[in-house]
């Protein structure tokens, strides 16, 4: 028996896939890449992920899925944040968080590792952090208190 995909969660993959297909189309991320210092290694792993989510979008990305969305995620706010960035911290929210998954493009400790390795590079600023926040919150309100210890935690990482 097939197991079914929540709306927020076909939601939440669609977004992490958008950012993801944003930063392939521009060329920053693929195979034998170093993104913004983080590595050839890093980049690649990153790009793997892009591609898992990208073989199943069929399962995440209908127009059903877009609307909810768009319905939850309306604020016009301008932020500067980097794509590969906001998806990683979604992924990380998303592994994270005690929330029934059905996709898991990524394990627990991978996403852990990539999230280090970014916030080491000292290139994650708090814009990133509060923004994809802020996205995981509207899409999951009541993981609201999860989702701001974790902010919280990661901010001190940044600003140690």
């Given at each position: 028996?097939?197991?079914?995909?929540?709306i927020?969660?076909?939601?939440?993959?669609?977004?992490?896939?958008?950012?993801?297909?944003?930063?392939?189309?521009?060329?920053?991320?693929?195979?034998?890449?170093?993104?913004?210092?983080?590595?050839s290694?890093?980049?690649?792993?990153?790009?793997?992920?892009?591609?898992?989510?990208r073989q199943?979008?069929?399962?995440?990305?209908?127009?059903?899925?877009?609307?909810?969305?768009?319905?939850?995620?309306?604020?016009?706010?301008?932020?500067?944040v980097?794509?590969?960035?906001?998806?990683?911290?979604?992924?990380?929210?998303?592994?994270?968080s005690?929330?029934?998954?059905?996709?898991?493009?990524?394990?627990v400790?991978?996403?852990?590792?990539?999230?280090?390795?970014?916030?080491?590079?000292?290139?994650?600023?708090?814009?990133?952090?509060e923004?994809?926040?802020k996205?995981?919150?509207?899409?999951?309100?009541?993981?609201?208190?999860?989702?701001?210890?974790l902010?919280?935690?990661?901010?001190?990482?940044?600003?140690?």
């Amino acid at each position: 028996m097939k197991k079914k995909i929540s709306i927020e969660e076909k939601a939440l993959l669609l977004l992490i896939y958008s950012f993801l297909e944003k930063a392939y189309r521009d060329g920053n991320i693929g195979l034998k890449k170093d993104y913004v210092g983080l590595g050839s290694e890093v980049t690649t792993k990153i790009y793997n992920i892009y591609l898992k989510l990208r073989q199943t979008r069929r399962s995440f990305a209908d127009l059903k899925v877009q609307s909810f969305l768009l319905k939850r995620v309306n604020d016009y706010a301008i932020y500067e944040v980097d794509v590969v960035y906001l998806a990683l911290l979604l992924l990380y929210f998303y592994r994270i968080s005690d929330i029934k998954r059905v996709i898991n493009p990524v394990s627990v400790k991978e996403i852990k590792t990539l999230l280090e390795v970014v916030i080491n590079s000292r290139d994650l600023n708090k814009d990133e952090v509060e923004l994809a926040g802020k996205f995981f919150v509207l899409i999951y309100p009541e993981k609201e208190g999860t989702i701001e210890f974790l902010k919280q935690n990661i901010l001190k990482k940044i600003f140690v």
